[in-house]
């Protein structure tokens, strides 16, 4: 099993539609969790992070379960300009590696 | 600030010749990360490094070694290129485990 799992999609939703993904993890003693965005051949940037009360950020909200192991990605009327692969990233404060990422799910909104 | 700084952007290399992809950060990130991405597919760690001096492998390390001589420079070299190394590089670097990673441009490389 992954360390972190995401549905690849594609989720196909037309424009205003809202939309949600979730992200799985399996290590209990992950540190911080952050939402990534990755247009095609392009490097990941990211778009939010998440912290364990929950935030927005305009059209964007971040959820964290930590009993559960999941995190979520809600996107409210969504834009044409939405269309990109969204990566869910939990990190580690251990010797190791620190950063983890998930597959990614891609979202393609259709006018 | 230019953040991360990948080098070279793109190269045709042929196999079995050796090449170095250059990182290098300003913003004096304790971890380094190097991955590759294949098409369609997701991130795929190849090494890391959380401090200078110090380096680990990650999930696809086969064929790639790494050194980090200082804070700023994460070089990964292929020692001898084989046509599955053909993906598109990306360098990272954060600050801790508390912080957002940032990533430079990517190096899209393929190996003939």
């Known amino acids: 099993r992954k360390e972190v799992e995401q549905d690849p999609g594609p989720f196909n939703v037309p424009e205003g539609a809202t939309v949600a993904f979730n992200c799985t993890y399996s290590n209990s003693a992950s540190q911080s969790f952050f939402w990534y965005r990755q247009d095609c051949r392009k490097e990941p940037k990211l778009l939010m992070s998440v912290y364990s009360s929950g935030n927005e950020d305009g059209r964007f909200t971040a959820q964290l379960n930590r009993a559960s192991q999941y995190i979520s990605l809600l996107i409210r009327d969504s834009k044409l300009s939405d269309s990109a692969t969204y990566l869910c990233v939990v990190t580690y404060n251990n010797a190791g590696n620190m950063l983890t990422f998930g597959g990614g799910t891609r979202l393609m909104v259709k006018p | 600030t230019a953040g991360i700084t990948q080098a070279p952007t793109s190269q045709i290399l042929a196999a079995g010749r050796s090449m170095t992809l250059r990182c290098t950060q300003d913003?004096?990130?304790?971890?380094m990360y190097w991955y590759r991405q294949d098409l369609g597919l997701g991130l795929r760690l190849i090494h890391y490094s959380n401090t200078a001096g110090t380096t680990g492998k990650g999930e696809v390390p086969d064929g790639y070694s790494v050194s980090r001589a200082n804070t700023d420079d994460f070089p990964l070299t292929l020692a001898s290129a084989v046509p599955s190394q053909t993906s598109v590089y990306f360098c990272?670097?954060?600050?801790?485990?508390?912080?957002?990673?940032?990533f430079g441009q990517g190096t899209r490389l393929t190996v003939v």
């Open positions: 990272a670097s954060s600050d801790s485990a508390y912080t957002e990673a940032f």
């Open positions: 913003m004096r990130h304790n971890a």
